[in-house]
């Protein structure tokens, strides 16, 4: 998904969105009253106040997208989902570098629950891949119950501090060499989860790097990073055969719902996990 990311939430400058830039992006982060369709039973959770707890521990949102409704007045409070970053301004970052980052997921109109994963983002493109695996947390809770958000800020400063761990994926991945079949073998599978067994898209697509730092697919991480861009971003081209054999150029779309975004991204995530595994290396 290219998330909207703001000119002044660049990761080379240390700054985070203001609440003024915020409120233009991702307006439905600030309420804090549910939407009047919902039961006295749903207790709103406001992002903001998440936002701001954070901001005391030095994190900031850097990136964000705000899904969209046809219902009349659902816009203030309907779902969306912020990219979340330790605003470190001692620490220099270059092109090809991997940060550690938090996706916060949330709505207040019954669409979606909090959710905040921990994620990775690579400064090589705008994609934010969502790291899920065992040993890293992540935190989901329904807007309902007592002391809600108590449990909600406790919960989130809990992935907060284990998120790094995702870290560890970028090292030990770009070590595990691949060959031509393992590569094909992922992509295929990737290919599958994303179009389906018979779609027109050959796993071969996935494969074609976008910039020249990629060119070099012989490891998993770079294999991983390739695939992941290519199916989010969309532009894969493949022919499709009609039963009367008539041929159609098809090409892929990009990933902008937040929902299919999420759900793309751990898939992938687990599938590389388990290639990982297959030769011999896990997360700890």
Known sequence: MNML?????????GHALTEDE???????????????????????????EVIRELAKEGYGVVGGQQ????VEGKAP????????????????YSVGDTVAEMRLKNANDGTAGYDLMSALFRIACLNSMVAMKEQLDSLKIRHTGKDIIPRVIDGTFTVVENSKLALAAPEQW?????????????????????????APIEPIALLTARRREDADRTNLWTNFNVIQENVIRGGLH??????????????????????????????????ASKMAELKGVRID
């Not at 899904?67 to 046809?70: D, H, M, Y």
């Open 5 to 13: 990311y703001s000119k002044s939430a660049r990761f080379d400058t």
């Open 22 to 48: 915020l409120f233009k992006l991702v307006p439905s982060v600030f309420a804090t009253e549910p939407h009047s369709s919902r039961s006295e039973r749903f207790q709103a959770i406001p992002t903001i």
């Open 67 to 70: 899904a969209v409704t046809r």
């Open 77 to 92: 409070f309907t779902k969306h989902l912020l990219r979340i970053r330790k605003m470190d301004s001692a620490v220099k």
């Open 174 to 198: 770009s070590q595990i060499k691949l060959d031509r079949e393992e590569s094909l073998l992922l992509a295929q599978a990737a290919r599958d989860i994303r179009f389906g067994e018979d």
């Open 238 to 271: 493949g022919v499709k055969v009609d039963a009367n054999n008539r041929r159609r150029n098809v090409t892929s779309r990009a990933i902008n719902g937040i929902d299919q975004d999420t759900k793309l991204n751990r898939a992938l995530w687990t599938l």
